[in-house]
């Protein structure tokens, strides 16, 4: 049989993989155009694999009533996705021997009223600082609440901490509000300007802002956010008078985010050595690693996502497949899908697709949380535990906080995993557990 010549030989290859990434996108289209026409989704979808794009599409509206389409390069509140750019900033100012993460944090806020807590301690979430709620209680209508406000309260009242610093995760935004004011500290710049010299602009982000405090103050078609009631789509939008940031209050688009992703593969921020460190370093108290990503199960696979009001992100990197996913929503996505779209997504991209389906968990009792022990594949016995209507689930010697986002559905901040109840007859309670890697089933112990 004859040989193909070197040339043509390179030009089967070529054909054969814009195929491949041909029927990813009809896949992708499929599940997406399905989504959409019953209802699920709302935004936009980017999925670039081996580094080129495979998948780019809007879908829908980024203000309803003014039947405005949602692009890609529609703008929404990433929500805690700031978190992560407000994370490796600090290690720039870091790696430019700016600050320590090891510093206390009242080196560089001078009015901070405590004496132990560190810069690490902000970023890993393990200060032991008050909520947001206790701040948000003391703010005055008609006023706006910014980051100097934030400090003010605490200044002021000086609330005792909740756990000794290092000691226990507990996700709070204050942290990362305190971080952006360090920033601007010792930079001697905005936190928005420093962001766009460091991050944004090496990236060619173009569609991200800060938010503007006062509603009034933004362009007239903004994107607004949206929630299901009743079966009718309700506003479910930014609020007035919010003015801080460092925590969430960033808007981008879903190209901005994919950019985002890429950079940690192509190493275009930081040095890719300091980068990887940055990756792999983990306190072991959560799943987030140092630039505040989830690194939950393999290593080279990273992924986050803020939510705010009715707008949802999702943004995923695998280092080692140049691969990177990222979906934006303004209509309250609901929680089932969350982490599935991303195992749907990535099903396909390894040619391995799977049915998406609708859970249908069952209304859970208190008897199936407090004091509950289940053995749930890959991730061993778990145990569920109620105190003074605060639910915990523990894996090992770790503990984390576990809150009830509807009432069928429980979340996990720390490890960013979602939990529900189906009833099986004759085998008894069966406990799903799911992150983007996937349904994990468990039954309760003795």
């Known amino acids: 049989m004859k040989k193909l010549s070197p040339y043509l030989f390179f030009l089967l290859i070529l054909f054969l993989s814009g195929c491949a990434q041909r029927d990813y996108a009809s896949q992708i289209e499929e599940l997406m155009d399905e989504l959409y026409r019953e209802g699920n989704f709302n935004g936009a979808v980017l999925v670039s694999d081996n580094n080129e794009l495979v998948y780019s599409k809007g879908f829908g509206f980024a203000n309803f009533e003014k039947s405005i389409p949602f692009e890609t390069n529609t703008t929404l509140d990433a929500g805690s996705m700031t978190k992560t750019f407000t994370a490796l900033s600090i290690h720039i100012l870091e790696h430019e021997n700016a600050l320590s993460i090891n510093d206390l944090v009242v080196d560089h806020i001078g009015s901070f009223p405590y004496n132990e807590i560190t810069i690490e301690h902000l970023l890993s979430h393990t200060s032991g600082l008050v909520a947001e709620d206790f701040v948000f209680s003391q703010a005055e209508e008609g006023k706006v609440i910014d980051n100097a406000f934030f400090l003010k309260v605490i200044t002021d009242s000086v609330p005792s901490l909740s756990s000794k610093p290092g000691s226990q995760f507990q996700y709070n935004g204050i942290n990362y509000i305190l971080l952006a004011m360090i920033i601007e500290s010792v930079s001697g710049t905005s936190y928005d300007k420093f962001i766009k010299a460091k991050i944004a602009g090496p990236l060619q982000m173009k569609d991200w802002f800060l938010r503007p ?54 190493s275009t921020i930081i040095d890719k050595t300091q980068l990887n460190a940055l990756l792999e370093k983990n306190n ?14 393999d290593k080279n696979q990273f992924h ?42 990535v099903n396909i ?49 770790n503990s984390f906080n576990m809150y009830e986002v509807e009432e069928n559905y429980f979340y996990v901040p720390s490890i960013d995993l979602w939990i529900w ?15 983007i890697y996937g349904i994990k089933k468990g039954k309760p112990l003795p």
């Open 421 to 435: 109840f189906t009833d099986v007859s004759e085998e008894g309670l069966t406990i799903n557990c799911t992150d």
């Open 349 to 397: 991209l390894n040619d391995t697709p799977e049915q998406l389906t609708r859970p249908n968990p069952i209304v859970p009792s208190k008897k199936y949380i407090n004091a509950a022990s289940y053995d749930v594949e890959k991730l061993g016995v778990i145990k569920l535990t109620e105190q003074d209507g605060q639910f915990r689930l523990a894996i090992g010697s």
């Open 284 to 297: 072991g108290l959560s799943g987030l690693n140092a630039l505040h990503w989830y690194a939950l199960e």
């Open 213 to 266: 405090a006062r509603l009034k103050d933004w362009p007239k078609d903004r994107t607004k956010g949206y929630k299901m009631v009743n079966d009718s789509m309700q506003v479910s939008d930014s609020e007035d008078f919010e003015g801080f940031y460092g925590d969430c209050n960033v808007f981008f688009s879903a190209t901005d985010l994919l950019k985002w992703s890429q950079s940690f593969y192509k």
């Open 304 to 345: 986050f996502t803020g939510h705010w009001k009715g707008f949802y992100s999702m943004v995923y990197s695998d280092t080692q497949r140049k691969r990177s996913i990222v979906y934006v929503s303004n209509t309250s996505i609901e929680y089932w899908l969350r982490p599935q779209l991303i195992t749907q997504l």
